[in-house]
């Protein structure tokens, strides 16, 4: 498929999915959770959002530091509040990360780095994500607990044949070969170096948990704030599902399979779809409200780079 047709494949999935919940539940859902948002929970929305961004933001140098990449923290925050400002708003909702891939690579005088900086930072906590959500699955009584066991078995199983075909596939063969041994070589010194060398794993994994700790306390106040009355051990499952829904790249601005995930899941759970799809769009409210700081960062970091040129005139 060409990559002028792809790049509007994922977010017209997005659409299609936001289109048949329109279809199917009407527009009552998705305006009806908003009017309940208060002060409370836009600042409660605020603040963890400052907690995720500065986590993610420690993940990120902790890795690109490893790569051999310098990252002060302080400049991995704002880069990170700006990319999460761009995810939001932009469709795709990565548009953000390539955008500080790309910055961060230039600024440091190597792209390549800096941009597999990024690359395993993401894919680090993708991974550690949905290990943690799969053992909190596996915890509490959700739609899906009874296929999880069939899923990490057949995952493992996968995982297995990847390690193996790495393993004995001959170096020498077609030039297609040579560049994927090539690139399996890069990605184990980057998964060496980046990540588990001198107990990098050990704050990987706590930056990666507080993230999802965050994500997932977002979501319960979303919950809450869309009149949800559960019980927290019915609700964490069902909204652990809706953000791993997140993973898929088939959205517009985040929106798309998130609110799928959760009317389905907030249904099969015997509670409403209605109130599943409600949840899910405060969440995505609240997001973007702890995100705002990332317009500011732009507005600054424009004015920046004006501000020599306005001097010299």
């Not at 199917?24 to 605020?46: E, H, K, N, Q, S």
């Not at 596996?138 to 390690?163: E, Q, T």
Request: proline share 5%; charged share 15%; net charge positive.
């Amino acid at each position: 498929m060409p990559r002028s047709i792809r790049s509007w494949v994922h977010p017209l999935a997005g659409v299609g999915i936001l289109a048949a919940l329109l279809w199917r539940l009407g527009g009552g859902p998705f305006v009806a959770g908003l009017r309940l948002i208060d002060a409370t929970a836009l600042g409660a929305a605020l603040g963890i959002g400052v907690l995720t961004t500065w986590a993610c933001a420690w993940r990120w140098s902790l890795v690109a530091g490893g790569l051999g990449v310098r990252l002060p923290l302080h400049t991995a925050v704002a880069h990170c509040y700006r990319a999460t400002f761009l995810n939001a708003t932009l469709p795709g909702g990565v548009l953000g990360d390539v955008h500080r891939a790309m910055r961060h690579g230039k600024d440091s005088g190597d792209v390549s780095r800096g941009i597999r900086a990024v690359v395993w930072e993401r894919a680090a906590g993708t991974v550690i994500s949905v290990l943690l959500a799969t053992v909190v699955l596996l915890a509490f009584p959700s739609p899906v607990r009874r296929y999880l066991p069939a899923v990490i078995a057949l995952a493992v199983v996968a995982a297995l044949v990847a390690v193996l075909l790495a393993r004995f596939v001959p170096e020498r063969g077609p030039a297609r070969w040579s560049r994927a041994l090539r690139a399996l070589r890069t990605a184990k010194t980057d998964i060496r170096d980046g990540l588990i060398a001198r107990r990098k794993w050990v704050g990987v994994l706590l930056a990666t948990a507080v993230v999802l700790a965050g994500n997932l306390a977002t979501f319960l106040v979303a919950a809450r704030t869309a009149g949800a009355t559960a019980p927290l051990s019915q609700l964490v499952p069902l909204t652990l599902l809706a953000l791993l829904a997140m993973v898929l790249p088939a959205n517009v601005g985040g929106f798309g399979p998130r609110e799928g995930v959760a009317a389905w899941a907030f249904s099969a759970a015997g509670l409403s779809a209605t109130q599943g799809v409600a949840t899910a769009m405060v969440y995505g409210a609240l997001v973007l409200v702890s995100t705002l700081p990332g317009a500011a960062v732009l507005v600054l970091a424009r004015r920046a780079r004006h501000r020599p040129e306005e001097t010299r005139v």
